[in-house]
């Protein structure tokens, strides 16, 4: 039976070993909670696609995202009502507007879709009832987000207040959440978001949805799209349009940067603790690696060691780091207004494993070199 060497060398020294465990496991942490930041990021950015009703949508080439978006003629709509397997067109309008809150009178930036009442624009079963669609089609009547900051007031059915100025109420509540790019959003009809953005024409649109027929060729649907329609406008599948969005807000933005390099300090702040470890542990146990040198092991067998040793230290310190995250995943969740989706996925549960034992091998493969290359005549002179 074997010795396992690179346990004891762990065990001979507890202090160390638990330090190091707390080391990794910190790093741990924070490559969980970086990368659970950018996936939440991610899915709040691109989430209002997945409620929206359609299969192919248009918006200017110029629009970088949901909440930059630039217009273009609605007639594009009309330009494409006819083609084959296309079953509904359906405008949207966005906008910013400055929600007062009731009660404490401050004024807050609120997001805002303009939608045709009896459009099936959004899956929401809120937004499908007969009275729900009669309390749209009001005069100054808003739906408002459940999952708007508690910064916006209270949203009680009939409250009045004011949306730049303007007398608006709540004619009822959905269940949508904004992310990152707005903290709470409206939905009014198109004839009452005119109101709201006037002079504004309605002929200029910010997002074109186009609905088809069931078991209509998307990819064909769009193909004959694009032919018909200038190039002021773009035509986008869901997966395209969610994909450019995220692209946009991970790839170009400074959130997504902060993130993203959030998690390549994280693993070279885990490297260099490991580092640390393993090159203090090395230090102090050379003159045993010299007498194993001395006794005819070969490098491969200590390097071997060392390496095993950085393994170990890493699966010691995934697991608590894994658990702590859970528990901040949860507690960001429902700390956060609209509850932030901190979701742990099976993937990132493999991905950051990998990465932590790439982090301790990384370090091993740094510290070992002063066992190759000691020397067991100078280590004992």
């Not at 929206?52 to 273009?72: G, W």
């Not at 100025?165 to 709470?184: K, M």
């Not at 198109?190 to 109101?195: C, E």
């Not at 390549?264 to 490297?271: D, E, R």
């Amino acid at each position: 039976m074997k010795t396992p060497l690179a346990w004891l060398n762990l065990l001979h020294e507890k202090t160390r070993l638990l330090v190091a465990i707390a080391g990794v496991a910190f790093a741990v942490l924070l490559i969980f909670m970086n990368l659970g930041f950018l996936g939440a990021l991610s899915l709040t950015a691109t989430q209002i696609y997945s409620q929206m009703n359609a299969e192919i949508f248009l918006r200017s080439p110029q629009t970088l995202e949901i909440s930059t978006t630039k217009s273009f003629p609605r007639e594009r709509l009309y330009q494409i009502a006819g083609v084959e397997g296309v079953q509904q067109t359906m405008p949207v309008y966005v906008g910013y507007q400055q929600w007062r809150n009731p009660e404490t009178r401050f004024s807050r930036a609120m997001f805002v879709y303009g939608i045709n009442p009896r459009d099936p624009v959004f899956t929401l079963p809120e937004l499908q009832a007969p009275e729900a669609i009669a309390a749209l089609q009001r005069p100054n009547t808003v739906f408002i987000d459940r999952l708007s900051r508690p910064e916006f007031g209270p949203q009680t059915t009939g409250i009045e207040t004011e949306s730049d100025r303007r007398r608006v109420e709540i004619g009822g509540q959905f269940t949508l959440g904004g992310g990152f790019a707005s903290d709470g959003t409206l939905i009014v009809s198109d004839q009452n978001f005119l109101r709201l953005f006037a002079p504004r024409p309605l002929n200029r649109i910010d997002l074109g949805l186009v609905k088809l027929q069931p078991g209509a060729d998307v990819e064909a649907v769009k193909a004959t799209v694009r032919q018909l329609l200038p190039a002021d406008v773009t035509v986008l599948t869901q997966e395209e349009i969610i994909g450019r969005d995220r692209d946009f807000w991970i790839g170009t933005t400074s959130t997504g940067f902060i993130f993203s390099m959030g998690v390549a300090v994280s693993f070279i702040v885990g490297t260099v603790i490991v580092y640390q470890i393993l090159y203090t542990d090395i230090s102090d146990h050379l003159p045993e690696y010299a007498t194993l040198k001395a006794m005819g092991y070969r490098s491969r067998y200590l390097f071997k060691i060392v390496l095993q040793e950085a393994v170990i230290l890493a699966v010691m310190g995934y697991v608590p780091g894994l658990i702590l995250s859970l528990g901040l995943y949860e507690l960001t969740t429902n700390a956060t207004s609209g509850g932030l989706p901190m979701g742990m996925t099976v993937g990132r549960v493999v991905f950051v494993l990998l990465l932590t034992v790439s982090m301790c091998a990384l370090s091993g493969l740094i510290s070992v070199r002063k066992v190759v290359t000691a020397d067991p005549a100078e280590v004992f002179s």
